[in-house]
């Protein structure tokens, strides 16, 4: 009987520490830097991977660019067979006639075909193709920079919301002290219900705003776990701060748009491109030489002939060679209009670069005017929240000696919770502000 019971217990004992366990290791949850998201979003990353796509296209059409400058060779080959009848008459009115001759053919040749001069088209052609693959660099540098971007911010977007849920759950710690000295007082004789009950009233909106915020975080989660490419609902811990880059100055970030902002340098590359095109169009007006040779051979064997003169087996083979050129002398005004739509297109790309420009700078100025607006008005709420603090402090001491009132006591509660508010929304807008400066300058990763 005693081993059954120390059994039972013993049972009990481990099934408790396995729920200890389970419990702990779900509450211990894996602290998520910035570094490691994006980290992993840069490796994960589906547009990335798109944009190391496109790039690798033009780095494959790159690696043969040296194809315009080498012979092209070809080999043909073709075997017959044939069965027939022949009838010949001739003048002298004597006819031949045989039937069924059977007879083999074979017929093969290699032929070089070398393009010397095209009028410089095929030396444009490699380097255009060499700028495209910077094009495509260029490219996977822009969705770098706009996807470290993105995940800054949702990263910081859950931290503001972490710390939104804590300001919650401070006010909960208020009121769930407003009640118990509510009910305090109620028991003692000196109290009011109606300060209990309304007490309890606010600790339950509050309770169900921290489960709002509690879902809100899961969702900012999930998005970014959609930016790192991971499984849905993992979860894990994020930071409890917002850092801030206070080296960040106008003259900085203006400076070095030209050379640093990816769509800038993009527009650059699609100008340089253009360019290129230009060269191709016009290397059509100019003849083309070509070399050519082939080695030819061609065996025929005959059962028979009707004519006595031909042979029953014949076998030839050799080299011939040559040069060919074309010179163009009138294609409806083809080339000519190609070339005017190559240059129109240059033109189109200035233009297009300097409107990206112009936008490109008043972003920048706009996003610095919103950064020190947001760096003033987190200065003030920093200042305004130890003030709100304060005040609810000292409005409780006095309510707990029921020397003001109810009212009182939440109008400061709440100015308390505002200004938390205010001072969580004014971080979260100076990072993003920051975050944006550093996106237009290309530089937010280095």
Known sequence: MNRDLFRKYFLRAILLLLVSAVSYSSMAQRMLTLEEAIATALQN????????????????????????????????????????????????????????????????????????????????????????VKLGELGIREQIVNTVAGVVNIYYNVVKQKQQLRAVEEQMSISAERVKLAQYKLDIGVG?????????????????????????????????????????????????????????????????????????????????????????????????????????????????????????????????????????????????????????????????????????????????KNYEWQKKALYLEEENINLARENVDIVFQVYKLNSTTLIQLKEAQKSLQDARTRLINARYNTKLAETELKRLKGEIIK
């Open 192 to 368: 009011a219900k109606p300060d209990l009950l309304q007490g309890k009233v606010d600790l339950n909106e509050q309770k169900s705003a921290q489960l709002q915020q509690q879902t809100l975080i899961s969702q900012l989660k999930d998005q970014l776990n959609e930016q790192m490419n991971v499984k849905a609902g993992t979860d894990y811990e994020v930071a409890d701060s917002i850092p801030f880059d206070h080296t960040l100055t106008l003259t900085d970030v203006s400076a070095g748009l030209e050379n640093n902002n990816p769509t800038l340098l993009m527009a650059k590359k699609n100008i340089d491109i253009a360019g290129i095109v230009l060269k191709e169009r016009k290397a059509d007006r100019f003849p083309t030489l070509n070399l050519n040779t082939t080695y030819n051979f061609s065996r025929t064997d005959n059962q028979a002939t009707v004519n006595p003169f031909s042979p029953l087996f014949s076998r030839n083979h050799g080299f011939n060679y040559g040069l060919t050129t074309t010179i163009p002398i009138f294609n409806n005004y083809n080339v000519k209009r190609q070339i005017q739509q190559a240059q129109l297109n240059i033109n189109f790309l200035n233009t297009v670069y300097k409107n990206q420009v112009n936008k490109i700078d008043l972003a920048v100025f706009n996003a610095w």
């Open 45 to 132: 990353n589906y547009e990335i991977q798109l944009a190391k796509n496109d790039s690798l296209v033009a780095a494959l059409d790159y690696s043969y660019r040296n194809a315009a400058f080498i012979p092209t060779l070809n080999a043909n080959a073709g075997y017959s067979f044939n069965n027939v009848s022949q009838r010949q008459k001739f003048a002298d009115g004597t006819t031949r006639e045989r039937n069924g001759i059977n007879s083999n053919n074979l017929n093969s040749n290699v032929a070089l075909n070398w393009r010397l001069f095209d009028g410089m088209k095929m030396f444009a052609t490699r380097d255009r193709l060499a700028q495209l």
